[in-house]
């Protein structure tokens, strides 16, 4: 794969905890929970799509290799946010409330919360 390093990009729009509809790919038309983002690269990683198969090998004598499942990064521009109050697929704008900048909702001006960062 190759990577492209790029300059300043936009801050995502997506954050982690939110739910996403797949546009395209594999997983077009899915929805899932955003499991992390990647800015500077430009993806996102959802909970249970985009899977692969990473083959482990054999760590000691007598284990075997594997195919195990995980979940790839996939690029940004892919999905799209899913209101939580009008549950379409929408773009997502911004207002301000005193300092705090809020995501709105391009279809029923809803604001979409952001989860805080569990770790
Ligand atoms: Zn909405």
């Known amino acids: 794969m190759v990577t492209k390093r790029t300059e300043e990009k936009a801050t995502p729009r997506v954050k982690k905890g939110d739910t996403v509809r797949v546009l395209l790919g594999k997983d077009r038309g899915k929805s899932a929970s955003v499991l992390g983002v990647l800015p500077k690269r430009g993806l996102i990683v959802l909970d249970g799509l985009n899977m692969v198969f990473k083959h482990v090998r054999p760590r000691r004598a007598g284990e075997k290799g594997q195919r195990v499942q995980v979940a790839a990064p996939m690029n940004i521009s892919n999905v799209q946010v899913v209101c939580p109050a009008c549950k379409k697929g929408t773009r997502v704008g911004y207002r301000f409330d ?6 709105v909702c391009k279809q029923c001006d809803a604001t979409i919360p952001t989860k805080k960062a569990s770790n």
């Open 98 to 103: 005193g300092t705090d900048k809020l995501r």
